[in-house]
């Protein structure tokens, strides 16, 4: 794909997040857009957000667990790049508007204490991070109906809209089995363990790693890793408050308007 395809599907995707519009993803018209394509354009459409003064600050895997392959109807997982003005602190509200149909999920989160390159075995992964928290990841698909085949969602850098993560705690030695729940207004809305990310988030990090390596890219001390949810996405409404919590460690939340 040439140079200035890249440049006009990621100037496409950009637009409809800026309007708050979806758009008809890449694949219906051209079955041919590939998975190598398509995270040129996401590194395209977050290069623009950097160019005007946004900051990359780590990674996001996507469709680590069974129930989110089944909820979009695709099945390999994926990374995006979660940058700082997608983060929201713990307690912050979370606007809706300019939002085009907004889903909420609970996820594990990272951070890196060091570098990490390719297949590392878990104590290598673990002994990495600098800590890990609860969090909760709002995507936003720029495409309609938040329907997509694997290289749409890759382009639109994995449906990131905003996350928050909880505060950073050293990683609890039972973090493959946590229990995690997401709550609205103090209900149980999901229910799942960080075992359903890809059986253990640590082995979604290394998952991270291994396919970061294969364009050329490794993990930095200092990154945010988002693991995955470990359930299907709730969507969002107005007036409401989330909460997600993970067995030994901190919750996190946010009030939507
Ligand atoms: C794609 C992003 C998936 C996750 O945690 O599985 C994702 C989507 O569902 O729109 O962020
Ligand atoms: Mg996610």
Redesign the pocket.
Known sequence: MSPEEIRRRAGMLEEAARQGREIERFTASDPAFSMPDAYLVQEELVSHAVASGDKRIGW??????RA?MQ??KVNQP?Y?ILTERQRLQSGDELSLKSRIHAKI?P?VAFVMKSDLSGRVDLAAARAACAGACAAM?V?D?RYRN?EFQLPD?VADN???SAFVLGPIAPLPQALATAAMEMRVDGSPVQKGSAADILGDPLLSLIELSVMLEARGLSLHAGDVV?A??ATA?VMLKAGTRVEATVAGLPPVSLRVS
């Open positions: 996001k895997m996507g469709l680590t667990s989110k909820q979009m994926i995006g999920e996820e990841e995507i698909s938040f969602v994995c449906s990131a988002l995955g949810a996405a």
